[in-house]
C-alpha cells in the first residue's frame, strides 16, 4: 500500500508548522512569531496502529516572482513544466539563489502532495499569484487550507482567488480544529491521490481507535489515583500522647507532600498519554476571601446541594450510613479553602481539618500516631472534579499551542448530571465505599462513563 506524503508550503509566518504540530501530534515542532522560523524542509511521519502518512514542513517562500521568471524562461513547451520544476530543484546556481524555494519544492518534485496555507484574516495581495503559479507548475495534487491567524476577514477573497488554481479549499485552524476537524481533513486529503486513499483511511479508522484507547486510559489513571488518595494513610510510632503531638505537624506536611506529588503523577501521566511533552502546567492555589468560606463554594468542586443528597441516600441506604454529606463537605471545605488545596509549588492540602488525625493504643502499651486516610465524603467528588477537567483541557488540546496549562475548578455536578442514573448510582456507591476503605471492584469502567 502506498503511504502518502504531504509538503506543507506557503508564505512564511502562515502556520505552516502549526498545521503539521497539530496533525501529527507533535509539540515539538518549532513554531513562532518569527518569520523565517522553519529554515529546511523536514519529514515528520505520522505512525498509527496499521498505517501512516508523511507530512513534510518547509521553509516558507522567498523569491517567488523571481523563480516563476526563471520557469518561464527555461519553459520549452506546457507538457514539460513539472520536468523544468525538477531543472530548477537541481540547478547549482538556483540552490545558491533561491534556497528556501529549492527547499519547499524538492520534496513536491519528488511525489508529495500540496497542501498550500494562507492566513485568512490578511488580505489577499498579487504576490502569492507567483506562488501559486510555480505550485501548479509541479503537477501534483495539491488542496489550499486557508488559517484563519486572527480572524475570518479575508476569508471570501482567499476562497475566490485561491480556487482559481486549486480543486480544494478548506478552512482550517491548527489552534483551533477539533479532533473531529482534524478527521474530516484527512478524508479530504484521501481524496486528492487515489493511490493513498486505503492508507489514510486507515489512519483515520486508527485514529478514532486510539482515541478511545486514550480514554480508557485515562479512566485507569482515575482509578488509581482515586483509590491511593482516598485510602492515604501516614503513622509513626511514639512512646506516649505528648510525643504524639509532637509528631502531628511532621505527619501533616508528610501527608500533603505525598498527596501533592501523587497528584503530580498522575498529570504527568495523563500528558504523556496524549502525547504532550512540552506543555507546563500550573495548578493555581484558591485564593478566596473569608467571607467565601460558605456552603456555596465547594459547590464548585463537587455536586449540588441535590446531588449530596442523593449520593448520601445511596450511600446510607447502602451501608446504614447516615447522610450526613452536608456537615462534612462544609467542614471539609473550610480546610481545603483556607489551605489553599492545591497548586503543584504549593500546599496542595494544608489544612488540618482535611484530615484525621488519630491516636491509637499499641498492644505493647506504645502508641501511634497517624494522620489520615480521609473520611471526608466529598473527597472523592474533589478528586474527580479536578481530574476531568484537566482531561478535557487535554483532550482538546492541540499540538500546536504552546505556552502553559492552567487548571481552574470545575464543576462536576453538569457531569455527573449527564450520567444515565444507573451510572449515577454505581458512581456514587463507589466513592462512598472508596471513602470507608474498601475494595471497588472495575473502578475505572464505573469513571469511564464520567470521561
Ligand atoms: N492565533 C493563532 N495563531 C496562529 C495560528 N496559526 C499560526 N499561528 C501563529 O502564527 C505564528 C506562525 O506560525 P508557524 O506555524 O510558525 O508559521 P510557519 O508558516 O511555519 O512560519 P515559518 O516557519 O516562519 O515560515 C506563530 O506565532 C503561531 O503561534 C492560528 O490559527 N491562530
Ligand atoms: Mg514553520
Known sequence: MKRAVFAVVGHPNKGKSSIVATLARNDSIEISQRS???DKAFAVKVETANSGYQLVDTPGFQ?????????????VSADKRAAVVAKFIHDPDCNQKFPDEVKLLTPIVNGAAILYVVDGSRPFGAEYESEMEILRWTGQPSMALINPIESETHVGDWQNALSQYFKTVRIFNPMKADFEKQIELLQAFSHLNPDWAVTLNQ???DLRQFRELQKKNAALLLARLLDDLCSYRTSQKVLNQSQADVIQPVLAKQYAHWMREREVQTVKELFALFEHFQTQVTIEELDLPPDLFECEHWYMWGLTKQQLATAGAIAGAVAGATADMMVAGHSFMLGALGGGIIGFGSAWMS????????LKGLPLGG?????GPIKNKNFPYVVLGRFIYLYQQICQRNHALRGNMEIQSKRLHEQISALESGDQKALHL????????????ELSSLLLPLL
Open 351 to 358: 489544612a488540618d481539618k482535611l484530615v484525621t488525625t488519630k
Open 63 to 75: 523569491r517567488p516572482t523571481k523563480v516563476l521568471k526563471w520557469l518561464t524562461d527555461h519553459q
Open 203 to 205: 489512519v483515520t479508522a
Open 430 to 441: 463507589a466513592c462512598s465505599r472508596l471513602i470507608k476503605q474498601k475494595n471497588v471492584d
Open 367 to 371: 502508641y501511634e500516631a497517624i494522620y
Open 36 to 38: 523565517g522560523t522553519t
